[in-house]
């Protein structure tokens, strides 16, 4: 306690600055009689190394993620179909967006037009409400059998409104489609699939299924190349109905 009062714990200079960024490394603790009031018990001294070596030599990434200290982003890290797309996707749509497809793609295990769609309009979403990750909570139509359940997932990895944290929900209605209903606060918004590019969807599946049947490696190899496809060229701003929902 005497440590206390003459401010032995005390962050100043550039250890202030880098609570602020990067808080994981530090032990913050709060007063018992004032618990507006935290102080510094200890920090991570290796990691406060190499983060101020990462400042000082311009390889210091900011940002929210979990684990990565900076996203995937160079060619070499991704599959040769993807790269000749990666830096007019980026520079059209944003990196937001391209971070939630790629991780989506990921997660889903396979590329599909659906899963692309779902992240597509998590994203839009959050513009929006201008909110960010792990803000919104998700009543999503598009059930629970693919093709179009492959939209939720891309829903929980752009929005953070995953079933684990009990923020996205599926309709009890029986009809499925692509579209989900957002809601941040007091305040709800209805995002669908405008007919036109669900029925190219699913035109798409159908020519699939025709010439190779469900189970023929062509097949998927036709849906990755269609969703490529859709990834680069459907705008986020372009393809959705967007209703606000009166209460």
């Not at 779902?118 to 598009?142: N, W």
């Not at 599946?205 to 990755?224: A, C, H, Q």
């Amino acid at each position: 306690m005497e440590k206390l009062t003459r401010n032995h714990f005390r962050l100043c200079d550039d250890l202030t600055a880098l609570y602020l960024t990067n808080p994981e490394l530090f032990d913050i603790n709060t007063m018992p009689y004032k618990v507006h009031v935290r102080y510094n018990q200890d920090f991570n001294v290796q990691g406060v190394r190499e983060a101020i070596c990462d400042m000082i030599t311009g390889m210091y990434a900011s940002g929210s993620n979990v684990v990565f200290n900076r996203f995937p982003d160079k060619r070499e890290m991704f599959n040769y179909d993807i790269r000749p797309m990666m830096d007019s996707a980026i520079a059209r749509y944003g990196y937001d967006e391209w971070k939630a497809n790629v991780m989506t793609d990921e997660f889903h295990g396979h590329l599909g037009v659906f899963s692309i769609v779902g992240a597509k309009m998590g994203i839009k979403a959050r513009e929006l409400f201008g909110v960010g990750p792990d803000m919104l909570s998700v009543l999503t139509y598009a059930g629970s059998r693919p093709p179009y359940s492959c939209m939720n997932d891309g829903i929980q990895v752009s929005t953070g409104a995953t079933l684990g944290m009990g923020t996205i929900h599926l309709a009890s209605d029986s009809t499925t489609k692509p579209s989900a209903v957002f809601t941040y606060k007091d305040r709800s918004v209805r995002i669908s699939l405008k007919k036109e590019y669900l029925e190219k969807v699913e035109a798409d599946i159908n020519e699939g299924i025709v010439k190779f049947g469900l189970m023929d490696d062509g097949y998927w190899k036709l849906i990755r190349r269609n969703a490529l496809k859709y990834w680069l060229e459907w705008d986020r701003n372009n393809i959705f109905e967007i209703e606000e929902i009166r209460k």
